[in-house]
């Protein structure tokens, strides 16, 4: 995982998925927001969805997974990046890891229900290994990238509410004691990854996935 890398494209995104939490949580929604971009353009973004579309499955990084899926006309997410306010909890990362989004930067860390720090499936590699017609390499994660900033935003969102969840410690800035600092995963080779690549999208895809 990287430690720190970003740079003016990263602090936009961010910024706006920040301001997007924000607004989930001034919709009723649990406050989290989301963007997926490719080639330095925004192709999605989005809010939690639970309480307006009555389905717990309506995380807002679910929502713009879909949408983005819908207006690139694939499954495949693998050339995106996903900037999300929170660490994506289980159920959002295995979601990432099947569209393949190959970078993820996140901000405040989930040390109860996150995908990375609680239960590592961002950066598993069995699936991708077992499974290299599916699942890419793990994605390049950059985890708590301006998780002060998002802090800040929800505490000012809802204060009652951040105190809360602070005392719970469902959201922190620092990494939790027990996440590991990882590498991205690494294909077996670069050149079998430049194989499997292209197959995964014109070939495997073709199957149950268009």
Known sequence: MEKISFNQHDRAMMARAIALSKQSGAAGEYPYGVLICRGGEVVAEAINRVKHDCDVTRHAEVVAMSAAQKALGRTSL?????????????????????????????????????????????????????????????????????????????????????????????FVTEAPGSMKTQEPGLPRSLQAELLWAPLRRNFFDRFGRR
Do not use: Q
């Open 78 to 170: 693998d050339d995106c990046v996903i900037y999300a306010s929170a660490e994506p909890c289980v159920l959002c990362s295995y979601a990432i890891r099947e569209s393949r989004i190959g970078r993820v930067v996140y901000a405040l860390h989930s040390p109860h229900m996150g995908g990375l720090s609680k239960w590592n499936v961002l950066m598993d590699e069995g699936i991708s290994r077992t499974m290299p017609e599916v699942f890419a390499p793990p994605p390049t994660v950059v985890a708590g990238f301006m998780a002060l900033e998002a802090e800040r935003a929800l505490f000012e969102w809802n204060r009652l509410v951040w105190i809360a969840m602070k005392k719970r410690g469902l």
